[in-house]
Antibody, heavy 120, light 107 residues
Framework: EVQLVESGGGLVQPGGSLRLSCAAS????????MTWVRQAPGKGLEWVANIKQDASENYYVDSVRGRFTISRDNARNSLYLQMNSLTTEDAAMYYC?????????????WGQGTLVTVSS | DIQMTQSPSSLSASVTDRVTITCRAS??????LAWYQQKPGRAPKCLIY???SLQSGVPSRFSGSGSGTDFTLTISSLQPEDFATYYC?????????FGQGTRLDIK
C-alpha cells in the first residue's frame, strides 16, 4: 500500500524558515516524480513544486521560486520542501503527492498534509 | 500561465440527480486534465485523468469528457457520499494550475 506521511509543519514568524518532510513507502520511490501541493485555509488547491526521479529537474510556482527548495533523498525514500522567507501568504496545508505513473503530473496518492501557520 | 475556470462555483442538488460541472482552460491543453473530489479535512482524491479516463476504484457514475479548452465532469446519479468540492487541474505545461473549485451541496 502506498503511503505518504508529511511532517515538519508548525507555527513560524513571517520571514522565518521551515523544512517539510514526506516519508514514502509501499512503492519504488526513485521511479516517480514527486510533488508538493498546498491549500490555504478555506481556499483552493495550488501546485507548489515538482521534482524528477533523479532530482535533475525541478519546477516551482512563481510565488515560491527563489524562496522554496524541493529536494529528495532516494536512499531514505523521502521528499523535502525547504521554505525560507515565509509570508502570511504561505500559510496552508501542504500535501505531498505522487502521480499515477512514473511521468504523470496528476496525482493519485496524497499524504494527509502538514499545516504551516505563519504569524507573529 | 494557463487559467482554469470552473462553473458553477457552487451547486445544490438532490440524491439521484444528474450533475455536470464544467472547466474551461484559457488555452488548449489537449486532454491533459484531471478532476479531483475533496471532502472537508481530507486530501483530494483523483476521479478522472486524461480528461476521460476513470481512475481505478472510482464509481462508474463519474465520467469526464472534453478536449482542447472545454471539459465536463458528470455525475450520473448523485449519491450521499458525492457531496464535496470538485476541482479540475491541467497538466499540459508548467505551471500546473487548478480551477477554483465547485462546491456541491445537498438541496
Amino acid at each position: 500500500e502506498v503511503q505518504l506521511v508529511e511532517s515538519g509543519g508548525g507555527l513560524v514568524q513571517p520571514g522565518g524558515s521551515l523544512r517539510l518532510s514526506c516519508a514514502a513507502s509501499g512503492f519504488t520511490f526513485n521511479n516517480y516524480w514527486m510533488t508538493w501541493v498546498r491549500q490555504a485555509p478555506g481556499k483552493g488547491l495550488e501546485w507548489v513544486a515538482n521534482i524528477k526521479q533523479d532530482a535533475s529537474e525541478n519546477y516551482y510556482v512563481d510565488s515560491v521560486r527563489g524562496r522554496f527548495t524541493i529536494s529528495r533523498d532516494n536512499a531514505r525514500n523521502s521528499l523535502y520542501l525547504q521554505m525560507n522567507s515565509l509570508t502570511t501568504e504561505d500559510a496552508a496545508m501542504y500535501y505531498c503527492a505522487r502521480g499515477g505513473s512514473d511521468s504523470s503530473w496528476y496525482w493519485i496518492h496524497w499524504g494527509q498534509g502538514t499545516l504551516v501557520t505563519v504569524s507573529s | 500561465d494557463i487559467q482554469m475556470t470552473q462553473s458553477p462555483s457552487s451547486l445544490s442538488a438532490s440524491v439521484t440527480d444528474r450533475v455536470t460541472i464544467t472547466c474551461r482552460a484559457s488555452q488548449g491543453i489537449g486532454s491533459r486534465l484531471a478532476w479531483y473530489q475533496q471532502k472537508p479535512g481530507r486530501a483530494p482524491k483523483c476521479l478522472i485523468y486524461d480528461a476521460s479516463s476513470l481512475q481505478s476504484g472510482v464509481p462508474s457514475r463519474f465520467s469526464g469528457s472534453g478536449s482542447g479548452t472545454d471539459f465536463t465532469l458528470t455525475i450520473s446519479s448523485l449519491q450521499p457520499e458525492d457531496f464535496a468540492t470538485y476541482y479540475c487541474q491541467h497538466y499540459n505545461a508548467y505551471p500546473i494550475t487548478f480551477g477554483q473549485g465547485t462546491r456541491l451541496d445537498i438541496k
